[in-house]
């Protein structure tokens, strides 16, 4: 079974900082990648997504992520946060053909004013 | 916008009752998920369901069940509550091998 991994449990950031939350995968066969935020009081939302072609996406609000395969990596960078910024990050993979996601144990990201 | 719909925000039930969480989404997707969220553990999966009368256990399925009569609509089960099961229920709907959609979220309290 696929596992995922997540750095940080905590991320304190001040405004106009760069942010990068780190993520690694176990699983030995080719996956799906996502980043999800949930702002406070909020839905779940996906920030972006990884199937296949350019190891570098991008998503919405600025993130991107880099897909390296030879590290099982799949982190999540930002060149200057804000203060809305301010929620919860969980990585998530998929083996492909397969439907169920499995998620990291969430990054909690607070960026002070 | 893909619409997945929670019945409930909050509930407060007691030990030993039977517990139905509702879930209804609007996007004729064929995958539906229940999650459970804890502070510390992130989103844990306890049911899927891949087709109208289909489903498949997840990893924590033990004490809940689940119910798809309807393409849209998932239902989640706790048989007999208890307070371990005290969290925060997140249904999600995808397509085949996409990306998944949550709903808002149902904060259950078992007292």
């Known amino acids: 079974a696929q596992s995922v991994s997540q750095h940080n449990h905590h991320v304190i950031l001040s405004e106009a900082a760069s942010l990068e939350l780190g993520c690694n995968y176990s699983y030995g066969g080719t996956v799906n990648l996502f980043w999800y935020v949930q702002y406070p009081g909020q839905h779940l939302q996906l920030l972006l997504k990884y199937f296949s072609g350019d190891p570098l996406v991008k998503g919405i609000k600025g993130f991107e992520a880099e897909f390296i395969k030879s590290k099982f990596s799949f982190n999540l960078r930002k060149p200057s946060v804000q203060w809305s910024d301010t929620a919860e990050y969980f990585c998530a993979v998929t083996p492909k053909g397969y439907s169920t996601l499995t998620f990291g144990k969430g990054t909690m990201l607070l960026v002070s004013p | 916008d893909v619409k997945v719909t929670q019945s409930s925000r909050y509930l407060v039930k007691r030990t030993g009752e039977k517990v139905f969480l509702e879930c209804v989404q609007d996007?004729?997707?064929?995958?539906m998920f229940w999650y459970r969220q804890d502070p510390g553990l992130g989103l844990r999966l306890i049911y899927f369901?891949?087709?109208?009368?289909?489903?498949e256990k997840g990893d924590i399925p033990e004490g809940y069940s689940v119910s798809r009569e309807k393409k849209e609509r998932f239902s989640l089960i706790l048989e007999s509550a208890s307070t371990n099961q005290t969290s925060m229920y997140l249904c999600?709907?995808?397509?085949?091998?996409?990306?998944?959609?949550f709903g808002q979220g149902t904060r259950l309290t078992v007292v």
């Open positions: 999600a709907s995808s397509w085949k091998n996409t990306e998944a959609f």
């Open positions: 369901s891949y087709d109208v009368k289909m489903k």
């Open positions: 996007m004729d997707h064929e995958n």
